[in-house]
């Protein structure tokens, strides 16, 4: 089924939050796959798969060098978006090491510079004017992904798209995250929600 970009993005900022990270990061991370499904890229998917399985996953321990790494071993690629987005330029390539699903840290590098690349062995995304792809995307964790701001012209030109068509499966991984963000439902707002609650005005 397709849903619009608007919805994909508040479902994944909703399913961010309550797998744990902070608002401000679960925004990010929400404009960061309606930016790849803009794309036609799998974007809800990868979300989806790294939040279920993100438990060791953790932030760089050292930004000030081109080569970061994390203290748990693994990198968790909404921090690190959040990490590079913040810094708001890239002056020169950047290595992380064991980053979990790498396509989701694409867009905050595309953000902050107009052309550029992330790479991991085997695949490569990069943009200038288009988007233009080369190997498998849905890759779980990446030994090396590195941060350009080279754009190559080979691989595949993505086509921008309005409308993203999310699987049951990705649906139903990314609802149940983001109905930890609602509050229980309590007898005084059964009364008081939508509907006659328990009486009724006729």
Partial sequence: ???????????SRKAARGAGFS????????KAVRWLCNWGLPGAEALAGYLDARRDAGGPSDTSSAIWSAQSGTLCPITCGTVVS?????DTAVDLHALAWPLLIVPHVAWIAPKGSVSWPGSQLCWDE???LSGPLLTARADQVTLSTTAKSDGTACKKIQRADLDDATLSRLTRFAAKT???ETEASKTTGAGAGLTDGD
């Fill in 86 to 90: 913040d810094r708001g330029a890239l």
């Fill in 1 to 11: 089924m397709t849903y619009s970009l608007g919805e994909v993005e508040a479902l």
């Fill in 23 to 30: 608002w401000g990061m679960a925004e990010d991370a929400g």
């Fill in 130 to 132: 288009h988007v233009r």
């Fill in 182 to 184: 609602y509050a229980p």
